[in-house]
């Protein structure tokens, strides 16, 4: 094959449809470098794979018999949902490095010269974290299952649970990727993660249930997202809430408060994100 | 697809310019670059070279003026633009995680080549710049010279009829750089129009039919680069005094005997002036001698870059005192 022959197969720019053909083909191929990323840093993974399996084994066997769950029900029924509902929330820190790896390497200046779809890279590298964030799931719910864990309600109500956990991690991946673009480095990522994350998913009911915390703390971890999150899971999946009779609204309406939550996530992230973006990639 | 039709590959830009806040990066920057000629951009650091790339390239906006590449405004048809170009910049633009064959395939599937020919075309490459040795391995293990040669077969993965290249061989050894240096000519040899930046007079000197020289963001002088030295250029004479109290009376003698005025550097005590071929050293020893002047060094030396510049601009400041701009020419971006 010589030069000229490689010219003569190089494709025009397509316009209409054919224009999403490429959006599509250029994000699989990206997504697919991100993954060929994995199998080189397999520590990568870490954080969506080995830290919730070792969570979900740690909290069962050594709170599992001291935590006793007011409303009766068994702790490992109710700890899963707020084990699902932490990892997703950390699931940010990974778009975010990774993001902000790309963006402070030439590659990105080589991907920006070529002539391919220009959401393509935004998108391919959503999918891969996304990817990263079901697999995550799987590795919960299945580890899960082994420990004595169950879902409890009727297939239509389980199948909505996974639809929340999967909305919840398509909004921290935004919020992920958002911090990305922003920050310098990817080890500011890890900082702002550790610093908003860890409390927030801690003040929480994510492991206890709120009725126990003092005063301020629990009020704060009433009206605390991962609190909504972890009580919609649970209730979807037919769990044990601990949510006694006039508890604040967002725990009494917890599924409802929770997609609206979500929505807020996303409704800031994304256009904060796709600007910012547009404002660190041109110019 | 018109493989018949003379192809276009030539590069023009007028009265271009770059403000990033209140900093002019490049300004009134013109140029006219003919289908398979090479040209030179030489300056030094925050010189506006990348800037000037980045706006061919369709990498930046440009604030005022106008450039095309192939045919196509790089503002108004950037897509079209990006079919015709390769780019290596100074920093690594290829993934240091992946193989280099996994690297070269990548971006032929974002050329939308079809799997197999760009698998075929990645391999072809990796021989041509030899690296078929080295496919498999991780680009983060190559070694400076290697991940140079891989970043240049990232930007010809589509043959491209307009070649960037941003200091393609700063930051390498004397030998890896001659070795890109041949690679380069067969290239040019092959009809590809190339724009390559360099802070290396004898860089431009060995590849480029033309020279345009930056300064502080703006075109200092166009030409050849025999026409370049032969107006600017040329021999010096450089006598280092001991003491700086010297350096008025070394100016003195060696304005005497060689062939322009003295530059008179009170950091390095140093006192450079333009030698002709009739300037004999052992003149210049007898000068320095008569004025009473104890030279600690006396010797000739090539005209370098920054000879050019004084020429050109005056006092060398900007050899000392570069604008250190963020966008432009960026420290963190000279790898090796």
């Given at each position: 094959?010589?030069?000229?022959?490689?010219?003569a197969?190089?494709?025009?720019?397509?316009?209409?449809?054919?224009?999403?053909?490429?959006?599509?083909?250029?994000?699989?191929?990206?997504?697919?470098r991100?993954?060929a990323?994995?199998?080189?840093?397999?520590e990568?993974l870490?954080?969506?794979?080995?830290?919730?399996?070792?969570f979900?084994?740690?909290?069962?066997?050594?709170?599992?018999n001291?935590?006793?769950?007011?409303?009766?029900?068994?702790?490992?029924?109710?700890l899963?949902?707020g084990?699902?509902?932490?990892?997703?929330a950390?699931?940010m820190?990974?778009?975010?490095?990774?993001?902000?790896?790309?963006?402070?390497?030439?590659i990105?200046d080589?991907?920006?010269?070529?002539?391919?779809?220009?959401?393509?890279?935004l998108?391919?590298?959503?999918?891969?974290?996304?990817?990263?964030?079901?697999?995550?799931?799987?590795?919960?719910?299945?580890?899960?299952?082994?420990?004595?864990?169950?879902?409890s309600s009727?297939?239509?109500?389980?199948?909505?649970?996974?639809?929340?956990?999967?909305?919840?991690?398509?909004?921290?991946i935004?919020?992920g990727?958002?911090?990305?673009?922003?920050?310098r480095?990817?080890?500011?990522?890890?900082?702002i993660?550790?610093?908003?994350?860890?409390?927030?998913?801690?003040?929480a009911?994510?492991?206890?249930?709120?009725?126990?915390?003092?005063d301020?703390?629990?009020?704060?971890?009433?009206?605390?997202p991962?609190?909504?999150?972890?009580?919609g899971?649970?209730?979807?999946f037919?769990?044990p809430?601990a949510?006694?009779?006039?508890?604040?609204?967002?725990l009494?309406h917890?599924?409802?408060?929770?997609?609206?939550?979500?929505?807020v996530?996303?409704?800031?992230?994304?256009?904060?994100?796709?600007?910012?973006?547009?404002?660190?990639?041109?110019? | 697809?018109?493989?018949?039709?003379p192809?276009?590959?030539?590069?023009?830009?007028?009265g271009?310019?770059?403000?990033?806040?209140?900093h002019?990066?490049?300004r009134?920057?013109?140029?006219e670059?003919?289908?398979?000629?090479?040209?030179?951009?030489?300056?030094?650091n925050?010189?506006?070279?990348?800037?000037?790339?980045?706006?061919?390239?369709?990498?930046?906006?440009?604030?005022?003026?106008?450039?095309?590449?192939a045919?196509?405004?790089?503002a108004?048809?950037?897509g079209e633009?990006r079919?015709?170009?390769?780019?290596t910049?100074q920093?690594?633009?290829?993934?240091?995680?992946?193989?280099g064959?996994?690297?070269?395939?990548?971006?032929?599937?974002?050329y939308?080549?079809p799997?197999k020919?760009a698998?075929?075309r990645?391999a072809e490459?990796?021989a041509?710049?030899?690296?078929e040795?080295?496919?498999?391995?991780l680009v983060?293990?190559?070694?400076?010279g290697?991940r140079?040669r891989l970043?240049?077969?990232?930007?010809?993965?589509?043959?491209?009829?307009?070649?960037?290249l941003?200091e393609?061989?700063?930051?390498l050894?004397?030998?890896?750089?001659?070795?890109?240096?041949?690679?380069?000519?067969q290239l040019?040899?092959?009809g590809?129009?190339?724009?390559?930046?360099?802070q290396?007079?004898?860089?431009a000197?060995?590849?480029?039919?033309?020279?345009?020289?930056?300064?502080?963001?703006?075109?200092a002088?166009?030409?050849?680069?025999?026409?370049?030295?032969?107006?600017?250029?040329?021999?010096?004479?450089?006598?280092t005094?001991t003491?700086?109290s010297?350096l008025?009376?070394?100016?003195?003698a060696l304005?005497?005997?060689?062939?322009?005025?003295?530059?008179?550097?009170?950091?390095?005590?140093?006192?450079?002036?333009?030698?002709?071929?009739?300037?004999?050293?052992?003149?210049?020893?007898r000068?320095l001698?008569?004025?009473?002047?104890?030279?600690?060094?006396?010797?000739?030396?090539?005209?370098?870059?920054?000879?050019v510049?004084?020429?050109?601009?005056?006092p060398?400041a900007?050899?000392?005192?570069q604008?250190?701009?963020?966008?432009?020419?960026?420290?963190?971006e000279?790898?090796?």
């Amino acid at each position: 094959m010589n030069a000229e022959s490689i010219t003569a197969t190089l494709p025009t720019t397509p316009a209409g449809p054919a224009r999403l053909r490429w959006l599509v083909s250029d994000a699989a191929v990206l997504a697919r470098r991100q993954f060929a990323h994995i199998r080189q840093i397999p520590e990568k993974l870490f954080d969506v794979t080995l830290q919730p399996l070792m969570f979900v084994l740690l909290f069962s066997f050594v709170f599992g018999n001291v935590i006793h769950v007011p409303g009766g029900g068994d702790y490992k029924e109710y700890l899963i949902g707020g084990i699902l509902v932490q990892t997703l929330a950390f699931g940010m820190m990974g778009p975010g490095i990774s993001m902000a790896t790309d963006l402070g390497e030439g590659i990105i200046d080589r991907f920006r010269s070529l002539p391919m779809s220009r959401p393509a890279f935004l998108l391919g590298h959503l999918t891969a974290e996304f990817s990263a964030s079901v697999l995550a799931v799987a590795i919960m719910v299945l580890t899960g299952l082994v420990v004595g864990w169950g879902i409890s309600s009727p297939p239509l109500e389980a199948l909505a649970g996974f639809g929340l956990l999967f909305l919840l991690a398509i909004s921290m991946i935004w919020l992920g990727t958002l911090v990305g673009v922003i920050v310098r480095t990817p080890d500011a990522v890890q900082g702002i993660a550790f610093v908003a994350i860890f409390p927030l998913t801690f003040v929480a009911n994510t492991f206890v249930p709120v009725s126990g915390l003092p005063d301020g703390l629990r009020q704060f971890a009433e009206y605390n997202p991962v609190s909504a999150w972890a009580a919609g899971v649970r209730t979807l999946f037919g769990n044990p809430t601990a949510i006694p009779d006039g508890s604040a609204w967002p725990l009494e309406h917890s599924v409802l408060a929770s997609v609206l939550w979500c929505g807020v996530v996303l409704a800031v992230t994304v256009p904060l994100t796709l600007r910012a973006y547009r404002r660190r990639t041109t110019g | 697809m018109n493989s018949n039709l003379p192809t276009d590959a030539s590069v023009a830009a007028s009265g271009l310019g770059k403000r990033y806040g209140d900093h002019w990066a490049l300004r009134d920057f013109d140029l006219e670059v003919p289908t398979g000629s090479v040209l030179g951009l030489l300056g030094h650091n925050g010189a506006g070279k990348t800037t000037a790339i980045r706006i061919l390239t369709t990498l930046a906006a440009p604030t005022e003026g106008s450039a095309t590449v192939a045919g196509f405004d790089v503002a108004g048809e950037p897509g079209e633009v990006r079919q015709r170009i390769g780019l290596t910049s100074q920093a690594a633009t290829v993934d240091g995680l992946l193989s280099g064959a996994a690297n070269l395939e990548m971006i032929g599937r974002l050329y939308h080549l079809p799997a197999k020919v760009a698998r075929a075309r990645a391999a072809e490459l990796l021989a041509e710049l030899r690296l078929e040795d080295a496919d498999d391995r991780l680009v983060r293990d190559y070694s400076g010279g290697m991940r140079r040669r891989l970043d240049l077969a990232a930007s010809l993965v589509a043959s491209p009829p307009v070649l960037f290249l941003d200091e393609p061989t700063t930051g390498l050894d004397p030998e890896s750089r001659n070795e890109l240096w041949d690679l380069l000519r067969q290239l040019v040899g092959g009809g590809t129009t190339l724009i390559l930046t360099t802070q290396y007079l004898e860089e431009a000197d060995r590849l480029a039919d033309d020279v345009v020289l930056l300064d502080h963001g703006r075109g200092a002088a166009t030409g050849s680069p025999t026409e370049l030295k032969a107006r600017h250029g040329g021999e010096r004479v450089v006598v280092t005094v001991t003491v700086d109290s010297e350096l008025p009376a070394a100016a003195t003698a060696l304005e005497r005997v060689a062939a322009g005025a003295p530059e008179v550097d009170a950091e390095e005590l140093l006192v450079t002036a333009p030698a002709s071929e009739s300037t004999r050293l052992i003149e210049v020893v007898r000068a320095l001698e008569e004025a009473g002047v104890d030279a600690h060094d006396v010797r000739r030396r090539e005209a370098t870059l920054d000879d050019v510049f004084f020429s050109l601009t005056g006092p060398r400041a900007g050899a000392t005192a570069q604008p250190a701009k963020a966008k432009d020419d960026d420290p963190e971006e000279v790898t090796a």
